[in-house]
């Protein structure tokens, strides 16, 4: 089977399904590859970069593992079921949204975080033995303390993640309701 470029003409004689399938491969792979660099980015940060991901962050890239199947799934299903898993893309990714939000605001402590692994552990009395018996195995990073990805620009991973998660978003959707190529 010949790849065909999005841009390459289509015979008007051809199907719309067939027309449909071509666009819908390519959004599928495109998808599912910004998702795996969103991923890329992250590990890469925690690797090279030095920063310690905190619970929400962690939590925050369960949307671009599963946007990747979804992608890889459209990039292979028939035009209707791709259609369908894009516009399931686009709602994980506007949920991937909703947590960066989430994270933004406990960033600049408009609320508390809701996850019990961002919070200090509590100590009770007890001896001192008692008390290094209940501390976590390793250091967690507060959620409320921004990781800066690039030192000289004011906008933590976060912010950064939910500007990239609303364009994937809109991305995804705009394919899913569009037309198919005429």
Known sequence: MPIVSPRAPVSPNAPVWHRAAISYHVFGLTAAVAAAIALGIAQASEFWGGLVPCALCLLERWP????????????????????????????????????????????????????????????????????????????????DDPSYLIPFIPVSMAAMNLIFALVFAAAAAWAAIRRPNP
């Open 64 to 143: 671009y593992r599963i946007a990747a199947v979804l992608g890889l799934a459209a990039a292979f299903l028939p035009p209707k079921a791709a259609r369908v898993t894009m516009g399931l893309l686009a709602l994980t990714i506007l949920a991937g949204a909703g947590l960066a939000v989430i994270h933004v605001g406990v960033e600049f402590h408009l609320w508390p975080s809701p996850l019990p692994e961002c919070a200090s552990p509590a100590f009770g009395g007890g001896s001192i033995a008692e008390r290094l018996a209940h501390m976590p195995a390793t250091p967690a990073k507060p959620c």
